[in-house]
DNA sequence: GAGAATTTGTACGTATGTATG
DNA sequence: ACATACATACGTACAAATTCT
């Protein structure tokens, strides 16, 4: 769960444990994450917060976000 | 100008405008840019166009910001 | 050194547009 | 057509770092 206390950037944090549910298998590859809104339900954070998580995920080459659909856990890497 | 009707993202539009001044030599390395309230009214944008404008000559490795001074035309490259 | 002003950093909320289902 | 989901842009508030008085 990401902390308000913590003075890391909750993005970063958000990031951190949407790639450890990836490398852990929780997502497999070509799977979608969950929607902005339900990241955004489920962490505590805003939907800034969430789009800011998938950025540096994307920047990792770990996942692919598509317009209108979802992002999805990249199949190459 | 950056341009509302231009369906190019304005912080992309804004980053060329940037990146053309850099180039031109209008900024010299280590010369100061202006700051982000300036480029706000210059340019008739938000913060957040300014700021992610910004990102993306940090990513390209043409600026370096510090937090309380500027962002500063790189010396290196 | 203290305090105010300036500047960048982080986070939130809202509105509207675009693409997909 | 409607609902869902991502994209862009605006505004606000406060924190943190620096600079100026």
Known sequence: MVDHLDPTPLPRQLASILRAAIEEGEYQRGDPLPSESTLVQEH????????????ILRYEGLVVTIQGRRSYVARTR
């Open 44 to 55: 505590g954070v805003s939907r800034g917060v969430v789009r800011q998580a998938m950025e």
